[in-house]
């Protein structure tokens, strides 16, 4: 300590100053920069708009990390695939290195793994506690699936309740079978397929140049945020069909997570785990923010018929038991354990 006794020349004291910050900032936890040194900088994409869930997860990380590591890591964002690449080639993305991190929908990596097809299976859960509890029996399968694509699994994203987008009113199963219909993974397309519409897997990044060709007149979809924006002009009717709560995950490159020192690897978990509460926040209003957001655009709201409510229900089952031969004995006991556990909607 200091006193006026000391001897020391005052152009040392900022330096003694820094030295200890640095050590009280270590004992909680906090890995400040080596004075000097640049940042370790991750690149991070997504394709969806900045103000969708994944969007404002992979912004409310970035902030988190720059807060956690007093700037020691930088998230760099982009968003709206303005890195070219779609979720289903985010994780190759992140494996050679053209990303360090990426936020990808789930349902777009059923290639990679049946797993990550789980929280999109049709008509399986309809309300945010059930999509929490689906989940939280899942997050050890998702977390050693990442791990075998040289991926460190950080947050999980909810999204809204998916719905029908369509040029005219699409309730009813006749509607149904003039839809040319953008589906967001292969056991949507088969759903749609088998309730009569034409049915395509395409991601979202692919979707306003279709609509624009006119080759698609409707989407499956929660169009959330500004994704929303790009569908109600071509799409104005929305039918409320709760197809399903699907997930998005972030993940980082195994090596870059390694590389980070033990104390910036807490922080970034510790930022991770906080991103993640928020995102499952959002989400208990988001619903009804798209819904008024929407009508206020001019979208026209309705729900499905019994007729096609059933229609889509029958379809939906056939596509989850297909699911469950091909996921595998420990993804399909989990959809078993979930199924059966109390609390589950009916």
């Not at 920069?33 to 969806?48: D, F, I, L, N, S």
């Not at 995950?249 to 993640?276: C, G, H, K, N, W």
């Not at 509460?277 to 989400?283: D, I």
Request: glycine fraction near 8%.
């Amino acid at each position: 300590m200091f006193n006026s006794q000391n001897t020391m020349k005052l152009h040392h004291i900022p330096r003694l100053a820094m030295v200890a910050l640095a050590i009280l900032a270590g004992s909680a936890g906090t890995a400040l920069p080596v004075h000097g040194a640049e940042p370790t900088q991750w690149r991070m994409a997504t394709e969806y708009p900045a103000n969708t869930m994944p969007g404002e997860g992979v912004s409310t990380f970035a902030m988190e990390v720059k807060s956690r590591t007093a700037g020691a890591l930088e998230i760099l964002p982009s968003y709206d695939a303005s890195a070219g690449i779609k979720s289903a080639d985010i994780p190759k993305a992140v494996r050679d290195g053209a990303l360090d991190a990426g936020d990808a929908y789930g349902g777009a990596l059923a290639g990679l793994d049946p797993v990550f097809a789980l929280s999109s299976l049709p008509f399986v859960v309809d309300n945010i506690e059930d999509a929490q509890r689906l989940l939280e029996l899942a997050r050890p399968l998702y977390a050693k699936a990442f791990e075998a694509l040289g991926q460190h699994l950080l947050y999980v994203t909810p999204w809204p309740a998916s719905g029908i987008w369509s040029s005219k009113p699409a309730s009813g199963v006749d509607a149904l079978r003039t839809l040319s219909i953008r589906t967001y993974d292969v056991t949507s397309a088969s759903v749609m397929q088998a309730a009569g519409a034409r049915a395509e897997f395409l991601s979202f990044s692919e979707l306003p140049a279709r609509l624009s060709a006119g080759t698609i007149n409707a989407a499956l979809s929660s169009g959330d945020g500004a994704a929303g924006r790009k569908l109600w002009g071509w799409l104005p009717y929305f039918t409320t069909i709760e197809y399903a709560m699907p997930l998005s995950f972030a993940t980082v490159s195994a090596r870059a997570y390694a590389a980070l020192s033990p104390e910036q690897r807490r922080a970034v978990d510790q930022a991770a785990q906080a991103t993640e509460t928020q995102q499952w926040q959002r989400l208990r209003n988001r619903g009804e923010d798209n819904r008024q957001n929407m009508q206020r655009s001019g979208v026209t709201i309705a729900p499905p018929s019994a007729e096609l409510r059933q229609t889509l229900q029958r379809a939906g089952e056939q596509a989850v038991a297909e699911w469950e031969r091909k996921a595998g004995h420990d993804a399909a006991a989990v959809l078993q354990q979930f199924r059966s556990a109390p609390g589950e909607a009916r």
